[in-house]
């Protein structure tokens, strides 16, 4: 089967319109009329072209929606329209699609119960970007002159009836079926209502798949954050539910202010605690593309330059492999101590809530645990190199002995998931992480205590927070857009600033002291350790 759209004229055939008089031989018109043909050699008429509108993020045709609903038996004819009328590929996202349905009343005495069963129908038979939001039964549909609907005289009769009588879908119901189309569009088959986006088998990548077609229909950046965390830590339900009262308002409240700048040579005096621990011997580690050396970062080359002495071909073979039985979204610490830098481990965990102790070398497991839900954070290693700290989507905070696994101490922050991967303070040997409860946390794994709590007021922190020593400040990133610049001694926002959208990346540090952060629109930004903005796209 293919499409077709219908032309008319030819050498033999004029078709004049408005005032013309000739045209040029073998003129050919489109008519506007949509078919097919079939397999069975056959021409089907499908619809008219310009019934075509876009709706819900999809191209849907008001003839096919009215040629389904027409073939149930319990319909004698019926009409689907936009009301306003809108007949274009344009946005339509302000109109309602109404459907007037002459019904059969052969088999059904009473109304409603035509209504409830015709609502089951279109539920079987159509998308449900494809079902009306109001239903209207009629008697009879009135006809022009010409023997057609006279669906301007219909508009008009839905704009004087009282919307109490026309039997409306349940608006949440509509965006909960649109929202999970889009799921299955990027491979999550089944999102159920009652289920958030995780505990359905989707991704982070997934969801942000979905959050850019929904804003790709809809133009909602601005709360897209709000969205994506309903989508990770509620229902499916809840997240319809937060889509829809956003679309009712459409126009946002203001978001929220800036952050106050701080004097910063007024918070570099802050006086800067240091914590008791027991130094080991000096490591190395490698996360996520930086050098650390006892935990300082080393800031990388711009460039490297090198001379070839003669023609070689590079090639990569694998050396061993781990099967850690799900998904791994995490990045591995590698660690070496000083003296036996040949010796490398490396530490990462999986959606199997199962973190391996790996010999780089072998490719031996040296140890692993099994926590109690999966694990998308990146380990750290801590100040005094005894232990690797690492976050778990059950809530808890995991300190583990560097050396066997065994749990040093596990901490509970409001039964929220820990996606983000904690960071070393070296001044102060305090590990900060952020939470999915919106709040910035340290503390001393030596000591088991949490030192500080910092109300972010910016969404979801799944970054990993980066900490500048020589400017005392530490920088993350929120799902709701923010990047926030905090003064490590003062516990201060020094300031803040808002992205249009959605924040995965975890800033990075440059020569200068500013940072780089990605954004999920594309863009990248560049802001100097005061909080100014030299912004840039890939």
């Known amino acids: 089967m293919f499409s077709i759209v219908a032309i008319l004229g030819g050498q033999c055939r004029v078709c004049?319109?408005?005032?013309?008089?000739?045209?040029f031989p073998g003129t050919m018109r489109p008519t506007g009329d949509h078919g097919c043909y079939r397999s069975d050699g056959q021409l089907y008429y499908i619809g008219r072209t310009d019934k075509q509108i876009k709706r819900l993020g999809h191209r849907i045709?008001?003839?096919?929606?009215?040629?389904?609903?027409?073939?149930?038996?319990?319909?004698?004819?019926?009409?689907?329209?936009?009301?306003?009328?809108?007949?274009?590929?344009?946005?339509?996202?302000n109109a309602t699609l109404i459907l007037f349905a002459v019904p059969d009343l052969q088999h059904y005495d009473d109304r409603n119960n035509v209504l409830?069963?015709?609502?089951?129908?279109?539920?079987?038979?159509?998308?449900?970007?494809?079902?009306?939001?109001?239903?209207?039964?009629?008697?009879?549909?009135?006809?022009?002159?010409?023997?057609?609907?006279?669906?301007?005289?219909?508009?008009?009769?839905?704009?004087?009836?009282?919307?109490?009588?026309?039997?409306?879908?349940?608006?949440?119901?509509?965006?909960?079926?649109?929202?999970?189309?889009?799921?299955?569009?990027?491979?999550?088959?089944?999102?159920?209502?009652?289920?958030?986006?995780?505990?359905?088998?989707?991704?982070?990548?997934?969801l942000v798949q979905i959050i850019n077609l929904i804003d790709d229909s809809y133009k909602v950046s601005n709360v897209l954050g709000e969205v994506m965390e309903t989508?990770?830590?509620?229902?499916?339900?809840?997240?319809?539910v937060c889509l829809f009262e956003h679309f009712k308002e459409r126009q946002i409240a203001s978001q929220p202010k800036e952050g106050d700048i701080i004097d910063s040579t007024?918070?570099?005096t802050a006086k800067r605690p240091k914590l008791s621990t027991t130094k080991a011997i000096n490591h190395f580690s490698l996360r996520k593309g930086h050098f650390y050396v006892n935990n300082k970062v080393m800031l990388p080359r711009l460039y490297t330059t090198f001379e070839a002495t003669s023609s070689i071909m590079l090639t990569l073979k694998v050396c061993w492999t781990i099967d850690t039985q799900k998904c791994v979204d995490s990045s591995p610490l590698l660690v070496s101590s000083e003296g036996d830098e040949t010796t490398w481990v490396a530490y990462i965990g999986s959606h199997s809530g199962i973190f391996f102790a790996i010999d780089v070398t072998s490719g031996d497991t040296l140890w692993q645990v099994l926590l109690t839900d999966r694990i998308m954070s990146s380990a750290v290693l801590?100040?005094?190199?005894?232990?690797?700290?690492?976050?778990?989507?059950?809530?808890?905070?995991?300190v583990l002995d560097v050396s066997s696994g065994a749990v040093h101490w596990t901490l509970s922050v409001s039964n929220q998931?820990?996606?983000?991967?904690?960071?070393?303070?070296?001044?102060?040997?305090?590990?900060?992480?952020?939470?999915?409860?919106?709040?910035?946390?340290?503390?001393?794994?030596?000591?088991?205590?949490?030192?500080?709590?910092?109300?972010?007021?910016?969404?979801?922190?799944?970054?990993?927070?980066?900490?500048?020593?020589?400017?005392?400040?530490?920088?993350?990133?929120?799902?709701?857009?923010?990047?926030?610049?905090?003064?490590?001694?003062?516990?201060?926002?020094?300031w803040r600033h808002k992205c249009p959208k959605p924040v995965f990346a975890s800033p990075s540090l440059l020569h200068d002291h500013s940072i780089v952060v990605g954004c999920v629109n594309g863009e990248l930004v560049k802001l100097t350790h005061d909080g100014k903005v030299v912004r840039f796209r890939n």
């Open 382 to 398: 801590s100040d005094c190199g005894k232990y690797v700290v690492v976050g778990c989507y059950d809530g808890y905070l995991y």
């Open 61 to 93: 045709n008001l003839d096919h929606i009215q040629q389904v609903i027409s073939s149930m038996l319990l319909i004698k004819t019926c009409v689907v329209s936009l009301f306003p009328g809108h007949t274009t590929l344009q946005n339509t996202s």
């Open 266 to 268: 007024t918070a570099l």
């Open 16 to 23: 004049l319109l408005g005032n013309e008089e000739e045209v």
């Open 417 to 494: 998931p820990i996606k983000s991967s904690p960071s070393v303070d070296t001044s102060t040997a305090l590990v900060w992480f952020g939470s999915h409860d919106h709040n910035l946390y340290s503390v001393d794994v030596e000591c088991k205590q949490v030192v500080h709590k910092i109300p972010i007021n910016g969404g979801i922190i799944a970054s990993s927070p980066l900490i500048d020593d020589q400017q005392r400040q530490l920088y993350i990133s929120t799902l709701s857009g923010h990047v926030v610049a905090v003064n490590c001694d003062s516990q201060c926002i020094v």
């Open 231 to 240: 989508a990770l830590n509620k229902s499916l339900h809840d997240t319809a």
């Open 116 to 206: 409830q069963e015709l609502h089951s129908k279109m539920r079987q038979l159509l998308p449900s970007y494809c079902i009306p939001d109001s239903v209207i039964l009629m008697d009879t549909l009135p006809m022009t002159s010409h023997g057609k609907v006279d669906v301007s005289l219909l508009l008009k009769y839905a704009a004087n009836k009282d919307k109490s009588q026309c039997s409306q879908f349940t608006c949440v119901e509509m965006v909960e079926g649109w929202i999970t189309s889009l799921a299955k569009l990027v491979g999550v088959e089944c999102w159920k209502s009652d289920a958030n986006f995780l505990q359905s088998g989707g991704d982070s990548f997934q």
